[in-house]
């Protein structure tokens, strides 16, 4: 298996601690499976913490 990271930054601003190594909430991975299929996991700024 081999994943690969496409996004990891997002396109809403967000600031903190917290996000100085990985950015903010959005996501963008490339799977590769041992049967040769490719699964694509594409949530862009679908992925948000929510408020509570």
């Given amino acids: 298996m081999m994943i690969r990271c496409y996004g990891a930054r997002g396109s809403i601003p967000v ?4 996000y100085n190594k990985y950015g903010g909430d959005t996501t963008c991975l490339e799977i590769h499976t041992r049967n040769g299929e490719v699964i694509i996991v594409d949530a862009g700024s679908g992925i948000r913490r929510r408020a509570y």
């Fill in 15 to 18: 600031s903190g601690e917290m």
